[in-house]
């Protein structure tokens, strides 16, 4: 079974350009998280899709980040225009839904996004 | 709202000494408490879980973590380090009976020096 996908691994962007960072998450997993984790801090909450539906995107920092899922599979998460303090590793996580969506989700190997 | 405070950014033990990765948290309702582990160019793996019964929980890899209410920690332990253990841990917590949407802490690294 293949895991949470993300794509790039990495990306360099200069501030002011626009970023797309995309998540594949594990075939059948309704829940879909985006977390990111700045250097040297903890990895923060940005939101929470249930299929298509954003559940909660409380953890989003600006109207700079827009998030999609369209049909409910992949999410891309968009930066634009992107700032220095964007910088950091974003990851990508699914749980499924029913009795066991409360205690585990899997994630995937992150993106690192430097903005220079 | 919870929490979560890891002490230690880095932690050195020995090969073959006990690792002590060290966390406590903050919670209204009982806790999920959760560690991950990440490698090296990999992404997050869950090493163990608490959830609900026996407080002494063990994971992959020979760790272990028990939930002590009264202390309110979940400290990570492993007898006898070994330099494969090298990696970031991270200790989570998340509200049981709502939708998991963990809490994370800033990470320990471990170093493991032969």
């Known amino acids: 079974e293949a895991g949470v996908t993300q794509f790039p691994s990495h990306s360099v962007i200069e501030k002011g350009q626009t970023v797309t960072l995309r998540c594949d998450p594990i075939?059948?997993?309704?829940?879909l998280y985006w977390y990111r984790r700045v250097m040297g801090k903890e990895i923060k909450f940005l939101l929470h899709?249930?299929?298509?539906?954003?559940?909660?995107e409380s953890g989003m920092p600006n109207n700079r980040f827009l998030a999609e899922r369209t049909g409910g599979t992949y999410s891309t998460l968009k930066v634009q225009p992107a700032e220095l303090e964007d910088s950091g590793v974003y990851f990508c996580?699914?749980?499924?839904?029913?009795?066991?969506?409360?205690?585990?989700?899997?994630f995937g190997q992150g993106t690192r996004l430097t903005v220079v | 709202a919870q929490s979560v405070t890891q002490l230690g950014s880095h932690v050195s033990v020995s090969e073959g000494a006990l690792v002590l990765l060290r966390c406590n948290y903050s919670?209204?309702?009982?806790?999920?408490l959760f560690w991950y582990v990440q490698y090296p160019n990999q992404g997050l793996q869950l090493l163990l879980k608490?959830?609900?019964?026996?407080?002494l929980v063990k994971g992959i890899n020979g760790f272990e973590a028990e939930f002590k209410k009264s202390e309110t920690s979940f400290h990570l332990t492993k007898p006898s380090a070994h330099m494969s253990d090298a990696a970031e841990y991270f200790c989570?917590?998340?509200?049981?009976?709502?939708?998991?949407?963990?809490?994370f802490g800033r990470g320990t690294s471990l170093i493991v020096h032969p």
């Open positions: 919670s209204s309702v009982p806790p999920y």
């Open positions: 899709f249930v299929k298509e539906s954003k559940q909660d």
């Open positions: 608490y959830t609900t019964g026996a407080t």
């Open positions: 075939s059948g997993h309704d829940n």
């Open positions: 989570a917590v998340s509200i049981s009976g709502g939708s998991y949407i963990p809490t």
């Open positions: 996580a699914s749980s499924q839904e029913g009795a066991k969506r409360n205690t585990e989700a899997f």
